[in-house]
């Protein structure tokens, strides 16, 4: 079981009643008249009774997880706001302690699901909770259901996420006697891209929002792909295979490793990492997996330099040095098992041929990224891209926003977050954007979770603490309903398949621009050998 689903489920036991609707009244729910949607389906469901699929990235047996979750009145709606729009939406509501707020819960990848775990942890909490697919049905990294539907690529880029959020405001009210006190949302990725969309586009749709990973500059990061994929394939010669992943992994941490004043297998901050690849380009005659070929140095390169425009313009920042190897790793994202069949050579290649050219048969290597790039935002980026850094609508209505990511993301790299909240603070300003917006680099941690570093904060990866220093959805709740801003966060590594064992790791996450030191002795696992230290001018 994950780390959220993990914490969900412990708290459970702890929730504390304060409305206690009957079955009757979530039954009644199916007769309520929605515009533009209608209720499928208003059924009361028993504690531990709820069957399921499967974990929707893992596929892992929930089965155990939904046993232990409270009985709640699950709604069904689809939502038709044009004429080619069919959005499920699923809203989950305790039948007893209700915490009076509302979750709205973000996709992955493509979206074409809806995530029943992350629903299920937020009712465990005490939250009524939302959970869209966007429109259409398909595996996250499937796009195959944009090549002709236009309408559905913008239910996809934010109406899906906004019809959800009314919908479900619309019904809560009505099985509770009150509307929510508050209203938060939470995602990451594809998910991260939604919540700044929400924020940028439907300010007053929520309080709060927490946005990790953000793939928010769509058509850049997608444009990215496919360049990456044609570096990895430019000749037979170029790909890196699995094995070399771990040269490329050993050789970084030996060039970068102490810079931080500590060797612990994390970069922290990887930026003032200058590894060349050429450092370890094999020897005439060398073919062994301890080395890389000088055409695979050449796509390193290119990994590491992220795109420039025909006139030298940065499109989108490259990938960091730093833990390449991994589960979740270069393996998966960046390089594959094989020649383009990495995860972001799917997402890449399916962006392209099905929403911006609209060819099932398009190829990548007819790829370029000047002409590429002003197809893709002449025909998505009004829908898909959520760069828009006049975040004013959102703060004057008193929302909080607290982004967060991990330096060594090998999906979307995390210069594009950091490029994203500076330019944030040149449109409003340090001291207005310091009033509502937060962000939190995570060292060593990868895709949202996992990598060598810290990555159990509240966030994707739950926590079960309640103090605010330790878990980042209160932090959030107590800037949003106390006014009291969040500072430095404590994150957690725990043993892998033990999301409720005892830390191995601990790290302050600082406020950017601030990162976290070691003090020159102590624990070098412990986060109270650590400070948040400001950049050096």
């Known amino acids: 079981m994950s780390g959220a689903l993990a914490v969900a489920a412990q708290a459970v036991a702890s929730v504390q009643t304060a409305v206690q609707p009957s079955a009757d009244s979530c039954e009644r729910l199916a007769k309520l008249e929605l515009p533009n949607a209608k209720i499928t389906m208003a059924k009361a469901v028993p504690a531990g009774t709820f069957e399921g699929p499967p974990q929707l990235f893992t596929g892992a047996d929930l089965s155990a997880f ?32 209700w915490n009076g707020k509302l979750e709205g819960l973000g996709n992955g990848g493509f ?36 090549l002709g ?19 479900a405001k619309f019904i809560v009210p009505q099985f509770y006697g009150s509307a929510p006190k508050r209203s938060y949302f939470d995602g990451c990725s594809d998910g991260g891209r939604e919540a700044l969309m929400e924020a940028q586009r439907y300010p007053e749709d929520y309080d709060g929002i927490i946005a990790g990973a953000p793939a928010n500059y769509w058509t850049g990061l997608l444009s ?30 030996a060039a970068c490793d102490k810079l931080d004043g500590v060797a612990d297998g994390i970069l ?14 094999c020897k005439a005659g060398d073919s062994s997996d301890k080395c890389l070929t000088t055409a695979q140095v050449t796509a390193l390169k290119r990994i590491y330099a992220g795109i420039d425009d025909s006139r030298g313009h940065p499109v989108f920042p490259g990938y960091l040095p730093g833990a390449e190897e991994g589960r979740s790793g270069w393996g998966l994202w960046i390089t594959g098992p094989a020649p383009a069949r990495s995860a972001m050579a799917f997402f890449g290649i399916g962006y392209y041929s099905n929403m911006v050219y609209e060819k099932s048969d398009w190829t990548y290597k007819s790829f370029t990224l000047d002409s590429g790039m002003r197809a893709a935002k002449e025909k998505t980026a009004v829908a898909l891209d ?4 006049d975040l004013s609508a959102f703060r004057n209505h008193g929302g909080k926003l ?42 060593g941690m990868q895709h949202c979770g996992g990598g060598p570093g810290p990555d ?34 404590i994150a957690a590594k725990r043993p892998e398949g033990h999301p409720l064992g005892n830390p191995t790791m601990t790290r302050p996450l600082c406020p950017y621009p601030q990162s976290a030191m070691y003090k020159g002795s102590g624990d070098v696992n412990s986060a109270d050998s650590f400070e948040c230290t400001s950049p050096k001018k």
């Not at 295979?241 to 050789?251: F, G, M, N, S």
């Open 268 to 281: 922290n901050d990887p930026r003032q990492c200058h590894f060349d690849p050429a450092s370890i380009e």
């Open 66 to 97: 939904y046993k232990m979750l409270p009985g709640f009145c699950r709604v069904v709606a689809h939502a038709t706001p044009t004429a080619e729009s069919d959005i499920p939406i699923e809203v989950w509501m305790p039948l007893a302690g």
């Open 149 to 167: 539907h236009p309408e559905k690529v913008v239910d996809f880029g934010h109406r899906g996420i906004h019809e959800m959020t009314r919908i």
């Open 111 to 146: 979206a074409g699901a809806i995530g029943y775990d992350g629903l299920g942890a937020a009712i465990a909490r005490g939250y009524a909770a939302t959970a869209t697919d966007t429109g259409h049905s398909g595996s996250p990294a499937d796009a195959s259901w944009a």
């Open 456 to 489: 159990s904060f509240g966030a994707f990866v739950g926590s079960l603490s309640n103090d605010p220093q330790r878990n980042v959805v209160i932090a959030l709740e107590n800037w949003v309903e106390k006014g009291t801003a969040p500072g430095t966060i």
């Open 224 to 253: 990215l792909a496919v360049v990456d994929t044609q570096a990895l394939t430019a000749t037979p010669a170029s790909f890196i295979q699995p094995a070399k992943i771990p040269v490329i992994a050993t050789a970084v941490l």
């Open 386 to 389: 959520a760069v828009n850094p």
């Open 402 to 443: 607290i982004l967060y990511h991990g330096w060594d993301d090998p999906a979307i790299p995390a210069l594009n977050t950091v490029n994203y909240y500076q330019s944030v603070i040149a449109k409003m300003g340090r001291a207005d954007t310091d009033s509502f917006a937060r962000l939190y680099m995570i060292p």
